[in-house]
Every structure is written in structure tokens, then in C-alpha cells.
Nanobody, 122 residues
Framework: QVQLVETGGGLVQAGGSLRLSCAAS????????MGWFRQAPGKEREFVAA????????DYADSVKGRFTISRDNAKNRVALQMNTLKPEDTAIYYC???????????????WGQGTQVTVSS
């Protein structure tokens, strides 16, 4: 069992930055692929970024490539999402998720956090 808690959301102006963090409890954190997803009002949840257990591989949605960076600290059981050059269309609830599978696929995500709101004003 893995429990995930996201922090770091908030309100930021377009062009600004935010750093989301996800704290994981449970064993064998470095066995899990960690991912970030987001869901905007009236839209389906979408993939944002993912990182393998030891951090050797990452994957990003095209919409965030070059602006967002996913990283993890296995010693602290944490994964982070650094978001730069934020746009109003990045406004969404951001969720942290964990799964043993790579790459991320449609049915991916065994464990989920409760989400944190990110709002980007224009």
C-alpha cells in the first residue's frame, strides 16, 4: 500500500513558476514509477510527466516539454514537478500517482493522491 500526498499548488501569474511535491509513504518507493497527471474543469484527466524508479528515464506530455521537469528523491520518498513558464491552460488539479509499470499507459495508476490545485492567471 502506498499513500501519496501532494503539496505546493497555488495561484501564480502567467510566466511564473511553481514546484509541486508528492510525499509517499510505504515500502519500496524506488520500485515505483511515479507520475503526475492533471484534470482541468470539464476535461478528462491527462498525463503530464513520469519518472522511473531510479530516475533513469522520464517522459513528458508534449504540452509541457521544455517547461516542466519531474524529479525524485528516493532517500526522502518524494517526487517533484518543477513547472516553469506557466500558462493559463496549465490550470488544473494536479495529481501524483504511482504504479509498477513503464511506460505510462491509459490504465496506469495503482495509487493516487488527493490532488493539489494550480491556478494560472493571465
Amino acid at each position: 500500500q502506498v499513500q501519496l500526498v501532494e503539496t505546493g499548488g497555488g495561484l501564480v501569474q502567467a510566466g511564473g513558476s511553481l514546484r509541486l511535491s508528492c510525499a509517499a509513504s510505504g515500502r519500496l518507493f524506488d520500485s515505483y514509477v511515479m507520475g503526475w497527471f492533471r484534470q482541468a474543469p470539464g476535461k478528462e484527466r491527462e498525463f503530464v510527466a513520469a519518472i522511473t524508479g531510479r530516475g533513469s528515464s522520464t517522459d513528458y506530455a508534449d504540452s509541457v516539454k521544455g517547461r516542466f521537469t519531474i524529479s525524485r528523491d528516493n532517500a526522502k520518498n518524494r517526487v517533484a514537478l518543477q513547472m516553469n513558464t506557466l500558462k493559463p491552460e496549465d490550470t488544473a488539479i494536479y495529481y501524483c500517482a504511482a504504479d509498477l509499470r513503464w511506460p505510462v499507459r491509459t490504465t496506469w495508476g495503482r495509487y493516487w493522491g488527493q490532488g493539489t490545485q494550480v491556478t494560472v492567471s493571465s
